[in-house]
């Protein structure tokens, strides 16, 4: 392999290893924060110490996510410089300006928020407290929204025009609300709450499991399940709502997806078959090997029985992605989503039976046990998700105007790996010591000593810190 070609893929590798290291930390601060303002909202409804209680332990499981997503974000943004200086100098009067819209409008504002948040308690009212974690969540979302339009802007990169080798907006509503952005942003946004309430019936199943706090954790499930049934079931149609997008505006990249090289006509002699499994020929221009089911493809991509899908053979050569990588991913991916819905209509089947009651809850142990491990599933997904996604994409770093070896840094081999070794080395240390005090805190669960704030004890407060004078006003002054 020349080395240019070799620096290209290192590349390539490098960012990949900081994005998979980096997303799967906003996701769950964007869920839960969903998840602190439900049960705060319940607390201030209700009264309920209960709510109050689990409210401040997964705000404590919040803080240590975020934490660790600002520190993987920081090194993320500066890999875009090191790694592809070319690209952030080219784009930046687009992408760069999408990414500082997300620090303006929603960072920024979040960790105003998270301060009042985290530190408001006993402080102020319960309903401006319930305020200040809504802006929290909002703002996540908000986040959440301007980084995945910018990767939209890269996918799909309407509403601008080249001078002089540089990108600039011709109209920024464009630019944001493209076509993939309309798909992509809800699809991740529900994956994002997906995946958090996935981590909560985790949470709560485990507690069960021990049978501690069974009473507290039991209601917990019983919010949980019925949400995550809805938003796992209206997760597969985004993702199906997703898949037209792909197939209108990047044809080559579903062709990948599906392993898909050759483009049939619908006039009934051949069908547009879905490959569950396949390999690659040794030419790389068809299939060596698969096992699939006629005509499905044709099913969930046209919605008709014999209709046309553009397969690879209709993609230029240079301008073809790799395949291998996005089809098992999106297979895998699919397979992830289909085991979070089954495990949410399992537990639905159980609370619908009466088995999530707080005296039987504890002896479902099959479905609490699969219910503790079932995180990994929504990190698979995100993960597989999202090396579909850009893998499927190239040779392009903007979609159709800037290829990826274009984009990239003048680095050596040398070099990428030296930053490969560093930035892996630090994500591995942040990934580990999230997990570890993750679950630490799980492990310590809720704290059930401190005080719970009532209404108007941080009046009593301001005016105990007040002098005497002020306190007792003489009549008539």
């Known amino acids: 392999m020349p080395g240019s070609d070799l620096a290209n893929l290192l590349a390539r590798i490098d960012f990949g290893l900081i994005t998979a290291m980096h997303i799967v930390y906003p996701p769950l601060t964007i869920g839960l924060s969903v998840l602190l303002l439900f049960g705060e909202w319940r607390w201030v409804r209700t009264d309920s110490e209960h709510w109050y209680r689990m409210t401040r332990f997964f705000e404590k499981l919040f803080l240590i996510n975020f934490g660790a997503g600002v520190a993987t974000g920081v090194t993320m943004e500066l890999a875009f410089g090191i790694l592809y200086g070319p690209f952030s100098a080219a784009a930046g009067p687009v992408f760069g300006r999408l990414l500082g819209f997300e620090t303006i409008t929603a960072f920024m504002y979040e960790a105003g928020f998270v301060g009042l948040m985290v530190f408001g308690w006993h402080k102020i009212g319960r309903r401006m407290h319930l305020f200040a974690t809504f802006n929290v969540a909002l703002a996540s979302s908000i986040s959440g929204f301007w980084i995945l339009a910018a990767n939209s802007w890269m996918q799909d990169p309407e509403g601008v025009a080249e001078v002089g080798g ?161 089809f098992y991913a999106f297979r895998v991916m699919v397979a992830a989503g289909g085991a979070i819905f089954l495990l949410s209509l399992w537990g639905a089947w159980l609370l619908f039976r009466g088995r999530l009651s707080v005296e039987a809850a504890s002896r479902n142990r099959w479905f609490l046990m699969a219910a503790m491990v079932s995180p990994v599933l929504p990190y698979i997904a995100i993960w597989t998700g999202w090396w579909t996604r850009e893998v499927a994409r190239q040779p392009w770093v903007v979609y159709g105007l800037m290829r990826t070896s274009e984009g990239r840094s003048p680095l050596s081999a040398g070099a990428e790996i030296a930053w490969f070794v560093g930035f892996a080395a630090f994500g591995l240390l942040v990934m580990v010591s999230t997990l570890y005090f993750i679950l630490k805190v799980v492990r310590h669960g809720p704290d059930m000593t401190t005080p719970i704030p009532r209404e108007g004890e941080e009046r009593h407060e301001q005016l105990g810190s007040l002098p005497a004078v002020q306190q007792h006003a003489v009549p008539g002054e």
Do not use: C
């Open 166 to 326: 540089n990108f600039f907006a011709t109209d920024w509503f464009k630019v944001i609300f493209n076509d993939d952005s309309l798909t992509a942003v809800p699809h991740m946004l529900i994956a994002a709450l997906e995946q958090s309430l996935v981590v909560g019936v985790a949470v709560a199943a485990f507690f069960v499991y021990k049978s501690r706090h069974t009473e507290m954790f039991t209601k917990a499930l019983r919010a949980l399940i019925p949400a995550l049934v809805i938003v796992a079931a209206f997760q597969i149609f985004m993702g199906d709502s997703l898949g037209q997008t792909v197939a209108h505006a990047q044809p080559a990249a579903l062709a990948a997806m599906e392993g898909h090289y050759h483009t049939h006509n619908p006039d009934g002699s051949v069908n547009t078959g879905w490959h569950i499994v396949m390999w690659p020929n040794a030419k790389g221009d068809g299939t060596a090997w698969s096992i699939t089911i006629p005509h499905v493809l044709s099913l969930l991509e046209t919605h008709s029985w014999n209709g046309a899908v553009p397969g690879l053979d209709s993609i230029p050569p240079q301008d073809r992605p790799p395949v291998l990588i996005p």
